[in-house]
């Protein structure tokens, strides 16, 4: 039986959103050969913890490191929706729908990841509002009589991945190079890594721990530790020492099918 080209489309809130979560993964997926994809919905204006922060330019800045995060990773384009950062429950839940099922119809990933629309302790309404429609445009792309007007053939997604699950099923292994990587591409956020570091400080010295020893590392150590960290939390769910965990869902018959498809 031939194989088809497999494509992947990672649908995020925010530009580094995917990175975080999945980074190692969309590695892997690339390096096999998958053609990957991102697509980001919100600008990322809100993400600085600085006041006098210039929206418009934070935008620029972001999108720059969304491209080059990508880069590292291997993905192939990234789309930007840019709805305003942090108010997405603004945006008609059909309109965010429609625009997810026409890049669906446009790119044809057999495999989709996002955020777990059922997490009950995501916080951030970006995520869920991001979420509820990716996993709903996955089940409605192909029918041909939801949004005719786009003029592009329906298309069905076979796999959908979602991270951030409370639930998982899916442990995905990290050698050490591919965290390595996701770190390199995590850096190049370099606006969200310094907000990160700035705030995980924060978060300890509000809980009287002394941060001296941190404030005197750089950066890209302090990053190394975290995500490092974060890694093998979520490798020991999975038992395996680095990782990143998903809940996968197969859609339709797909596998049954193909199972019957290699017996012939
Ligand atoms: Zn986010």
């Not at 997604?157 to 990587?181: G, I, Y």
């Not at 797909?254 to 290699?262: A, F, R, S, T």
Request: net charge negative; with cysteine; hydrophobic share 40%.
């Amino acid at each position: 039986m031939m194989k088809m080209k497999e494509i992947v489309l990672a649908i995020s809130a925010h530009p580094d959103d995917i990175e975080f979560f999945a980074g190692g993964t969309i590695l892997q997926f690339s390096r096999a050969g998958k053609d990957v994809y991102f697509l980001i919905t919100t600008n990322g204006c809100r993400g600085s913890l600085d006041p006098q922060t210039d929206l418009e330019e934070l935008v620029t800045t972001r999108k720059g490191e969304a491209r080059a995060a990508a880069e590292i990773l291997g993905v192939k384009d990234v789309f930007f929706l840019d709805y305003e950062d942090g108010f997405l429950d603004r945006v008609p839940h059909l309109e965010l729908r429609e625009r997810y099922i026409y890049y669906l119809r446009k790119l044809k990933p057999n495999i989709v990841l996002t955020f777990d629309p059922w997490n009950p302790y995501e916080p951030h309404s970006d995520h869920r509002k991001t979420a509820l429609a990716a996993f709903e445009s996955c089940y409605f792309c192909h029918y041909p009589l939801f949004h005719p007007e786009q003029n592009l053939a329906k298309h069905f997604v076979s796999e959908v991945w979602l991270f951030r699950s409370p639930t998982p099923n899916n442990w995905v292994s990290l050698t050490s190079k591919d965290l390595r990587v996701k770190i390199k591409a995590l850096l190049k956020h370099r606006s969200q890594m310094q907000m990160l570091v700035q705030e995980v400080l924060e978060q300890l010295q509000a809980a009287s721990v002394d941060t001296s020893i941190l404030e005197q590392m750089d950066i890209k150590t302090l990053v190394d530790i975290f995500v490092r960290q974060e890694a093998e939390n979520v490798g020991k769910e999975g038992k395996q020492k680095y990782a990143e965990a998903f809940k996968v869902f197969k859609l339709g018959y797909v596998e049954d099918v193909k199972k019957i498809l290699q017996s012939l």
